[in-house]
C-alpha cells in the first residue's frame, strides 16, 4: 500500500492551496480517508476525514469553512482544498486510508500513511 501526499509549498496568508493524495495497492472504496498534520513540536492533529462514498465529512474547527476534503474513487484520489490560509495552517500534512469506509476523526483508526507533504504559509 502506498499514500503518496503531493501539492504542499510555500504561499502567503489569504492564500489557497489544493494538496492531493494517490493511493494504489488497497481497494480504494474500502477505506474513509483522512488528512492529518503536524506542526514542529506539535502532535500530529486530525484535519479533515471523508467517509468511502464522500456522504460523511467532517473537519477540525480550526479549519472549518476554509477546507473542503473531497474524493475521486475513479482515481484513487483524495483532496484537500484550503482556502484563507493562516500561518498557523502551517505544518506537514499527512493522509492516511482508514478501513471500513467510516469517516473518523481518530488518529488511530487510520491503518495507512503517506509520507507527508509541506505546507508553510507567510505572513
Known amino acids: 500500500v502506498q499514500l503518496q501526499a503531493y501539492g504542499g509549498g510555500l504561499v502567503q496568508a489569504g492564500d489557497s492551496l489544493r494538496v492531493s493524495c494517490a493511493a494504489s495497492?488497497?481497494?480504494?472504496?474500502?477505506?474513509?480517508m483522512g488528512w492529518f498534520r503536524q506542526a514542529p513540536g506539535k502532535e500530529r492533529e486530525f484535519v479533515a476525514t471523508?467517509?468511502?462514498?464522500?456522504?460523511?465529512?467532517f473537519y477540525a474547527d480550526s479549519v472549518k469553512g476554509r477546507f473542503t476534503i473531497s474524493r475521486d474513487n475513479s482515481k484513487n484520489t483524495v483532496s484537500l482544498q484550503m482556502n484563507s490560509l493562516k500561518t498557523e495552517d502551517s505544518a506537514v500534512y499527512y493522509c492516511?486510508?482508514?478501513?471500513?469506509?467510516?469517516?473518523?476523526?481518530?488518529?488511530?483508526?487510520?491503518?495507512?500513511w503517506g509520507q507527508g507533504t509541506q505546507v508553510t504559509v507567510s505572513s
Open positions: 495497492g488497497l481497494t480504494f472504496i474500502n477505506y474513509a
Open positions: 492516511a486510508a482508514s478501513p471500513g469506509g467510516r469517516a473518523s476523526t481518530s488518529l488511530t483508526s487510520y491503518t495507512y
Open positions: 471523508i467517509s468511502w462514498a464522500a456522504i460523511n465529512t
